[in-house]
Structure formats: C-alpha cells, structure tokens
C-alpha cells in the first residue's frame, strides 16, 4: 500500500489548507483513514480519522475547524482545515488502517506552516 500526500503549504493565521491523500495498491479491507501531525518536538498525535461507515474523530483542538472526508471511492482522503492557527503548525501524515489484523500505513508527510 502506499499513500502520497499533498497540499501542505504556508498559510497566515485564519486562512485555509486543504490536504489530500490517495491510497493505492492491494487493499481488500479499509478500516479507516485519517490525518495526524507532529510538531517540532512533540509526540505524533492524531487530527482526524474516518472509518468506512463515515464514523469521524477529531482531536478537541480541532474539533470545528477541520473536517476528514473521503472520496466514493474510499481511496482518497482529505482534510480540510479552516481557521488555521499558528499552533496548528506541523508536518502532517496521512494513514490508513487495513486488515481484519489492523495494519497502519503512513504518508510521507507534508508540513503545515501558519503564520501569525
């Protein structure tokens, strides 16, 4: 399975992302798929995730302001961030969670820079 992000960028403080991601590859069961981040010496935490029956989570800094959808035809996933935060600054990974012995893939990673 490989994933391969894109649109991260810089952005002003209140402005808006939208990140994209598509899977390909041998994948006969999707769990969920979903976006996490990890800023400069931080642990790598998790933004937002999707599983196939359109159950969402959201971290609470998030909650209202960042949106994970995916495309009909579940290969593709996109987070759409609004009212962008300097703190919201990090490089994001996109994963997806297949198997019924959950396996996780990562995304190469793609940097969010918001200023103030």
């Known amino acids: 399975v490989q994933l391969q992000a894109s649109g991260g960028g810089l952005v002003q403080a209140g402005g808006s992302l939208r990140l994209s991601c598509a899977a390909s590859g041998f994948i006969v069961y999707t769990n969920s798929m979903g976006w996490y981040r990890q800023a400069p010496g931080k642990s790598r935490e998790l933004v937002g995730s999707?599983?196939?029956?359109?159950?969402?989570n959201y971290a609470d800094s998030v909650k209202g302001r960042f949106t994970v959808s995916t495309d009909n035809d579940k290969n593709t996933v996109h987070l759409q961030m609004n009212s962008l935060k300097p703190e919201d600054t990090a490089v994001y990974y996109c994963n997806v969670n297949v198997g019924r012995v959950p396996i996780n893939y990562w995304g190469q990673g793609t940097l969010v820079t918001v200023s103030s």
């Open positions: 999707i599983t196939t029956g359109g159950r969402t």
